[in-house]
């Protein structure tokens, strides 16, 4: 059985950082493109970063472009996202996601319906 679980997260400041982490049961993570989403309450989920299966290659939505990073360690069946300069608007559950199916990043790995597998989410509560 996959299992995907968060955790790292917790109340920071803003301006502040905060790094996520998800492990991954199995072999999953290794043969699967692996994403962060986020939702914020009376808000839609959206897409936050992806990571290819070789972490060669990364797409970031605009809002967190330049603030976060998306990593793994295929190894520790791990992935993170290093979350720098937090603003009250990255409030919100994080949840990461892997995509068994697909081989490469296109512009349909923002598309939640891509994945195949999620974890439970963290919650992320940036304030003052």
């Known amino acids: 059985q996959v299992q995907l679980v968060e955790s790292g997260g917790g109340l920071v400041q803003p301006g502040g950082s905060l790094e996520l982490s998800c492990a991954a049961s199995?072999?999953?993570?290794?043969?699967?493109?692996m994403g962060w989403f986020r939702q914020a309450p009376g808000k839609e989920r959206e897409f936050v970063a992806a990571i290819s299966r070789s972490a060669g290659g990364t797409y970031y939505a605009d809002s967190v472009k330049g603030r976060f990073t998306i990593s793994r360690d295929n190894v520790k069946n791990t992935v993170y996202l290093q979350m720098n300069s937090l603003k009250p608007e990255d409030t919100a559950v994080y949840f990461c996601?892997?995509?068994?199916?697909?081989?490469?990043?296109?512009?349909?790995?923002?598309?939640?319906?891509?994945?195949?597998?999620w974890g439970q989410g963290t919650q992320v509560t940036v304030s003052s």
């Open positions: 996601a892997a995509d068994h199916t697909h081989y490469s990043i296109t512009w349909n790995s923002k598309n939640g319906a891509a994945y195949d597998y």
């Open positions: 199995g072999d999953i993570l290794f043969n699967s493109i």
